[in-house]
């Protein structure tokens, strides 16, 4: 079970990890005897089953429980505690939050070449994701957010189902979606994506999107089935057009400042941990997205199929426009793509 922030606050431990991360001490395991070492992780989701940031850490936290005992003890901030997604990217990059579970989108704004795995329709489905990114795809950002900002990727997971189009009234086809102001998370590729599709994009925080659909900022959004579960957007959004436009990965990024505060008789059962989650996770991936849409239609959503023939419509645009300028902008992404289209045949 995940620690609460009240927990991590009272105790000594959490102060001590505080102190060292000030620099007063060089690591939290000489704070004390038997003393844990304490990491604080941020996810913008709900403690849910459905929450994929949550059932990743579940599955983490238990391996480790499971390999080193008390020696780690790992504190939760869910629902944004931290703060915004954006704003916590800077505080694991400087040290202040060790680990942030997120889709890699976000992490576009530290390193934009990531941006690439956010254009639509690049991924058919998520076997093509995972056998891309184990091909090379994930390694190559890696070694960009390692070089550029000493960040260190713990597994490349995905969440509960593709990304579609969720609104407040019915769309059924491209046409329908033109000027409709939807949510879109507050990275270029995603606004990119959804200008080309007529809508226009709103880059707004995730904690923010609920709110802004009662009071009529916006007109939908675009997410996966299992995060409109557990988040409650079906109480405001009942119309899904299945676009399932991005098949979209999810990310735990540790920084320096986190990985330094491993010893040498945790590290390796750490990434052992991680990399078992990973995979766990990535295998409860597609069943849990068919659970959460077969709930959402029981809660009163209503999903429409997107037209073939506007897929393909749009899909060569996309491509055509997108990924070009993409490459363009960033030659380094080249590869990246080459591999995305080969993992394809």
């Not at 590729?189 to 707004?204: H, Q, R, S, Y």
């Not at 999810?250 to 505060?261: D, L, N, S, T």
Request: hydrophobic content about 45%; overall charge positive; glycine content about 8%.
């Amino acid at each position: 079970m995940s620690i609460s922030r009240r927990r991590f606050l009272g105790t000594g431990a959490g102060l001590g990890a505080g102190i060292a991360a000030a620099g007063l001490f060089p690591a939290p395991a000489v704070l004390g005897q038997g003393a844990p070492i304490t990491f604080r992780v941020s996810s913008s989701m709900p403690v849910d089953p459905n929450a994929a940031h949550h059932v990743w850490f579940d599955l983490f936290q238990k391996n480790l429980k499971a390999k080193v005992g008390d020696k780690i003890r790992l504190d939760f901030f869910p629902n944004s505690q931290l703060g915004k997604e954006a704003d916590v990217v800077q505080q694991v990059i400087i040290g202040s939050v060790d680990m942030m579970i997120t889709g890699s989108s976000i992490w576009a704004t530290a390193v934009p070449e990531l941006g690439a795995l956010d254009l639509g329709f690049l991924f058919d489905n998520y076997a093509h994701g995972a056998k891309a990114l184990d091909a090379g795809v994930g390694k190559t950002f890696e070694s960009m957010l390692e070089e550029r900002k000493s960040i260190s990727v713990l597994g490349w997971g995905f969440h509960f189902g593709a990304r579609s189009v969720y609104t407040r009234t019915k769309a059924s086809n491209l046409a329908e979606l033109k000027s409709v102001k939807l949510r879109v998370l507050p990275a270029p590729a995603f606004i990119e994506t959804f200008k080309l599709m007529g809508a226009v994009p709103v880059p707004i925080p995730v904690n923010e999107l609920y709110t802004a659909l009662q009071t009529g900022v916006v007109d939908g959004f675009e997410h996966d089935p299992a995060t409109v579960l557990s988040s409650r957007f079906y109480e405001v959004a009942k119309f899904c057009l299945r676009t399932d436009h991005l098949f979209s990965p999810m990310i735990c990024a540790i920084g320096k400042r986190g990985m330094a505060k491993l010893t040498k008789d945790t590290k390796d059962a750490f990434l052992a941990a991680a990399r078992e989650a990973t995979l766990a996770e990535r295998g409860i991936a597609d069943a849990k997205a068919t659970e959460a849409m077969k709930e959402l239609e029981r809660l009163g959503v209503t999903f429409t199929p997107f037209p073939a023939a506007d897929r393909a419509a749009i899909s060569k645009p996309v491509s055509d426009t997108l990924y070009a300028q993409f490459m363009a902008q960033y030659p380094s992404t080249k590869p990246v793509f080459e591999a995305i289209a080969k993992a394809r045949a």
